[in-house]
Nanobody, 119 residues
Framework: QVQLVESGGGLVQPGGSLRLSCAAS????????MGWYRQAPGKQRELVAT???????NYADSVKGRFTISRENGKNTMYLQMNSLSPEDTAVYYC?????????????WGQGTQVTVSS
């Protein structure tokens, strides 16, 4: 059984920073691409950033220059450093990973962590 657990969300003032973490656990043979997504109230879930196992990154235009995605392969952990936060960044943030277990490769999702940007 594989689990993804996010942490690091919370309330922050505009212009502030937060660092999200996503830890994968269970019977894991390999973790391929990983990513962060977010869903604001009344909106569809959207891509924030992705990172391959080799470290190639991709960002949504709305977060370029402000957010940084990274991962520690040896710890099966991914991060999202979020700087210069604005109220428009308020959402539930989800991590996603493509993981190989004993005989299956599939995408897994975390339960989400709330990020609220407000004064």
């Amino acid at each position: 059984q594989v689990q993804l657990v996010e942490s690091g969300g919370g309330l922050v003032q505009p212009g502030g920073s937060l660092r999200l973490s996503c830890a994968a656990s269970g019977t894991i043979f390999s973790i391929y691409a990983m990513g962060w997504y977010r869903q604001a109230p009344g909106k569809q879930r959207e891509l924030v950033a992705t990172i391959t196992s080799g470290g190639t990154t991709n960002y949504a235009d709305s977060v370029k220059g402000r957010f940084t995605i990274s991962r520690e392969n040896g710890k099966n952990t991914m991060y999202l450093q979020m700087n210069s936060l604005s109220p428009e960044d308020t959402a539930v943030y989800y991590c996603q990973a493509t993981i190989r277990t004993t005989d299956v490769i599939r995408r897994y999702w975390g339960q989400g962590t709330q990020v609220t940007v407000s004064s």
